[in-house]
C-alpha cells in the first residue's frame, strides 16, 4: 500500500498529505489506455498539483484530514476497499469539502501537455496566435428584423 | 502637505476615468487616486499555460479569494450573491465580459410605469448622447437595428457569431423571441490604438491582446495626455470636512502606508457601489456622525446586484467552445413588465459560448455530468466543446434592508473598517430566475441540446454594484442630487453605480459610464456656481 511522491516537491503539504492526495486525485481522474492519457497522480502532474495548492492550502488540508478520519486514521495506510469509502462518503456526506479538490486537480491535469492533445487542443496558450471563430451569417436575424420594434416607449 | 489640486477623483475604473477625460479640457489640476496598479498587457493569464489555473488566483473575481495588495477585503457571508470585483487602474473592466447593453427608456420610468421602486431623475433621451459618446470613447461592437432599443448607432461590427450564435440564434427564430448581436466593448477592428480582437476567449481575465475596451487602455491614455494626474497604490481613508461642511480633501495612505492628506476644492466619488458607501461611512465628523452625505441614512443601502441564472445546454457535435468572447448574442424577449409571467419587470438572456478544459471539467463534476473515475474521460469528452448556453441578468428592485455597512471587526491591510453586505434575494427576483430558467431550458431544447442544466442564483456574480448613494432630487430620499452632487456636502460628487436608483436588467456599465460623462458635463457647465 506504499503511495509514494516525487521527490523534492515544492508543496505546502506535508508528506503524508502529499500521499492522501496523491491517492484522492487518482481516484478523481484515472489514467485510460484507452483514452490514452495519464491519471491526475502521474508523476509529472502531480508535482504540478502539489505545487500548486496555492490559495486553497486550508480548504485541501480540512479535506485531507477528513478523508484520513474517515480511513481509520490514514488513507495512505488504508485498504483499497476503505479508500474508495471514505471518497465516497466524502463526496457525499461533506460536499463543501470537494470542490477544492476537483479544482486543483483539475487546473493541472488539463494544462498537461499529453491530456490537452488528447482532448484536441493545440498545446499552447491563448496568446498571441488566438482563434479561429465562424463569421456566422447575419440574415439570420431577418425574422427579427421583421417583428419591428419590442423596446417600450415612454412618454 | 501636498500641493492642492481643483478635482480629487477617487478610483480609476469605468466611471473615474470617464470623469477624469471629461473634465481634463477645462485645465482644472485633476488628479486621480487609485488603490491598485497598472496592469501590463503581458502580465494577462491568456499569455501562458495556466491561463485557466489564474482565474482562481491573482485573477480571480472575488477580492476574498485573489487577496492582492490592491485589495481590501469584503465580508459577504450573509449573502447569497457573493462580491466580485477588481482593483487597479480599469477597475471592474479589466476583468469583465465586455458586454455592453445600455439600460433601457423604461427603465428610468420604473415607479411611472410599474409602480415599482422609484423613477429616476434623468431620463434615456438626456443620456443618450452621453451613451453615443462613450460607445465611440470605448468603441463598441454593435449592430444597428436592434428592435429591443430605440435606434443606435453601430461604431464597430459585431462580434463574429460563431457556430454557437448559429445555433442558438435558429433555436430563437424557431421560438419566434427576440435576439440580436450584443453590444460588445470588444474591438472587431483596430481603433484608437487598439488591436482587433483575435478570439483568445478569455476576456474575463484580461485582454493580452487589448482589444477588450478597459478604461486603462480607452478614456486613461486620452486623459493622461491631457495632464490629468493618476497616483495609483493609493488608498483613501476617509474624506475630511471643514467646519462649513465642505469638503477639503482626502487622507491616503500610500505604497508604502504612509498616511497622506491631498487638498482639493473638490472630490468625485468613483469606487463603485461598495467602495463609495464604505468610504462615505469611514468618513464621520462632528458634523457628518452618521458617515458623509448621509443626512438622508440612505448611505450604504438599497444595495442592489443584478441575480442571475446560468442555463447550459450539452449538444451532440462541437461547437466554439473557449474559442472566441464568452458573449455574442443576446435576447431581450423578457425586458419589458408583463405580469402574466409571475414578476414585475424582466431579464436580459446573454448567450455564451463554451468554456476551457478546465472549466468544463469542474462544472460538468459539479453537475454530476462528469463522474470521478474510470468514466472521467469518456464523460468529459461529451461535455468539453460541445455546451453552450445563456445567463440571465434579472432585475433586482431597490430594498432598503439589502446593505453595505461597516463590519465592526474586519479590516484592511491599512487598518480601514471593511464593508459588510447583508443581503436577500426578493420573491419578484426569485420569480424572475424561475421563469429565466424554464424559457432557457426550451431554448436549449429547441437548439437541440440533449441535457440542460441550470442554476441560480449564481452565488459568484456580485459583478454589478448599485444603489448605494442613490440619486433623486428629495434630499431626505436620495444621496446625491439629479446631476450626482452630494445633497449635504456642496463639492462632493458621486459617479459610480452607487447613484443608480433601479439597477434594469442589463450590465451597468454603458449606463454609468454615461451617467459620469453626464455629470461631468454638468460640472462643466455650472462651475461659475457649482458648489451654490
Not at chain 2, 499569455?47 to 482562481?56: A, L
Not at chain 2, 434575494?425 to 431544447?445: C, F, K, P, Q, V
Request: proline share 6%.
Amino acid at each position: 500500500m506504499t503511495v509514494s511522491i516525487p521527490v523534492a516537491l515544492q508543496s505546502a503539504l506535508t508528506d503524508a498529505e502529499l500521499r492522501s492526495l496523491r491517492i484522492v486525485v487518482g481516484a478523481m481522474i484515472p489514467a485510460s489506455e484507452e483514452y490514452g492519457v495519464p491519471g491526475a497522480d502521474d508523476d509529472r502532474i502531480f508535482a504540478d498539483i502539489a505545487s500548486s495548492v496555492g490559495r486553497d492550502e486550508a480548504a485541501i488540508r480540512a479535506a485531507l484530514a477528513e478523508l484520513d478520519g474517515l480511513a481509520g486514521g490514514s488513507l495512505v495506510d488504508a485498504s483499497q476497499e476503505v479508500r474508495d469509502g471514505a471518497i465516497a462518503r466524502v463526496r457525499e456526506k461533506h460536499p463543501p469539502l470537494v470542490p477544492p479538490l476537483v479544482a486543483l486537480t483539475t487546473r493541472c491535469y488539463y494544462r498537461d501537455d499529453r491530456v490537452m492533445r488528447a482532448v484536441g487542443m493545440e498545446v499552447r496558450p491563448p496568446f498571441p496566435k488566438g482563434f479561429a471563430v465562424d463569421q456566422g451569417d447575419w440574415s439570420l436575424l431577418d425574422p427579427v428584423r421583421a417583428r419591428g420594434p419590442i423596446w417600450r416607449k415612454v412618454t | 502637505m501636498l500641493e492642492p489640486v481643483d478635482v480629487l477623483i477617487i478610483g480609476a475604473g469605468a466611471s473615474g476615468a470617464a470623469v477624469a477625460w471629461s473634465l481634463a479640457e477645462t485645465r482644472m489640476r485633476i488628479l486621480c487616486l487609485e488603490q491598485g496598479d497598472w496592469i501590463k498587457s503581458t502580465d494577462y493569464p491568456s499569455n501562458g499555460r495556466d491561463w485557466e489555473e489564474r482565474q482562481f488566483g491573482d485573477f480571480a473575481t472575488s477580492p476574498n479569494r485573489r487577496r492582492n495588495a490592491a485589495d481590501y477585503p469584503i465580508n459577504d457571508d450573509d449573502s447569497p450573491i457573493k462580491i466580485a470585483n477588481f482593483n487597479g487602474v480599469g477597475g471592474g473592466t479589466i476583468l469583465y465580459a465586455g458586454h455592453f447593453p445600455r439600460m433601457h427608456p423604461s427603465d428610468f420610468r420604473v415607479k411611472s410605469l410599474d409602480g415599482v421602486a422609484d423613477d429616476w431623475p434623468v431620463d434615456y433621451q438626456t443620456l443618450e448622447p452621453y451613451f453615443a459618446l462613450n460607445d465611440r470613447m470605448m468603441g463598441i461592437a454593435s449592430l444597428a437595428g436592434d428592435p429591443a432599443y430605440p435606434p443606435k448607432e453601430a461604431v464597430l461590427p459585431p462580434l463574429p457569431l460563431g457556430k454557437t450564435g448559429t445555433r442558438l440564434g435558429a433555436a430563437m427564430n424557431k421560438l419566434g423571441w427576440h435576439w440580436w448581436a450584443a453590444d460588445s466593448a470588444i474591438s472587431t477592428q483596430d481603433y484608437e490604438g487598439r488591436a482587433k480582437c483575435i478570439n483568445l476567449g478569455h476576456c474575463i481575465a484580461g485582454c493580452a491582446q487589448g482589444a477588450k475596451a478597459s478604461t486603462d487602455i480607452t478614456y486613461w491614455p486620452e486623459a493622461l495626455r491631457q495632464r490629468v494626474q493618476l497616483r495609483t497604490r493609493a488608498r483613501v481613508r476617509e474624506i475630511t470636512v471643514n467646519d462649513e461642511g465642505m469638503a477639503t480633501g482626502v487622507i491616503y495612505h500610500d505604497a508604502d502606508g504612509v498616511e497622506h492628506f491631498q487638498p482639493a476644492e473638490m472630490v468625485i466619488l468613483a469606487c463603485n457601489g461598495i467602495g463609495t458607501p464604505r468610504l462615505l461611512l469611514n468618513s464621520t465628523s462632528a458634523r457628518f456622525p452618521r458617515g458623509l452625505a448621509n443626512s438622508s441614512g440612505l448611505v450604504g443601502k438599497n444595495l442592489m446586484f443584478h441575480p442571475y441564472a446560468s442555463i447550459r445546454g450539452y449538444f451532440d457535435e462541437p461547437l466554439d467552445g473557449y474559442r472566441g468572447p464568452h458573449i455574442g448574442t443576446w435576447s431581450q424577449e423578457f425586458y419589458e413588465t408583463d405580469l402574466t409571467r409571475g414578476f414585475v419587470r424582466g431579464y436580459t438572456y446573454q448567450f455564451a459560448r463554451g468554456q476551457g478544459p478546465v472549466a468544463a471539467a469542474m462544472l460538468g463534476m459539479a453537475a454530476g455530468r462528469v463522474p470521478w473515475g474510470k468514466g472521467h474521460h469518456h464523460a468529459f469528452r461529451q461535455v468539453f466543446d460541445r455546451s453552450a448556453g445563456m445567463l440571465a441578468i434579472c432585475e433586482d428592485l431597490p430594498e432598503e434592508h439589502n446593505t453595505v455597512t461597516l463590519d465592526p471587526v474586519l479590516k484592511d491591510a491599512h487598518g480601514i473598517p471593511a464593508p459588510k453586505v447583508t443581503y436577500r434575494l426578493s420573491e419578484n427576483s426569485r420569480r424572475m430566475l424561475d421563469h429565466a430558467m424554464a424559457r432557457g431550458t426550451e431554448i436549449l431544447r429547441a437548439a437541440g441540446a440533449r441535457d440542460v442544466v441550470t442554476d441560480a442564483p449564481l452565488p459568484n456574480a456580485g459583478w454589478h454594484l448599485m444603489g448605494t448613494a442613490r440619486m433623486g432630487t428629495d434630499p431626505s430620499r436620495s444621496v446625491v442630487n439629479e446631476w450626482g452632487r452630494s445633497h449635504d456636502v456642496k463639492n462632493l460628487f458621486i459617479v459610480d453605480g452607487s447613484i443608480f436608483v433601479t439597477s434594469g436588467g442589463v450590465n451597468p456599465t454603458a449606463t454609468l459610464q454615461a451617467l459620469a460623462l453626464y455629470v461631468a458635463d454638468n460640472i462643466k457647465q455650472r462651475l461659475s456656481n457649482l458648489f451654490d
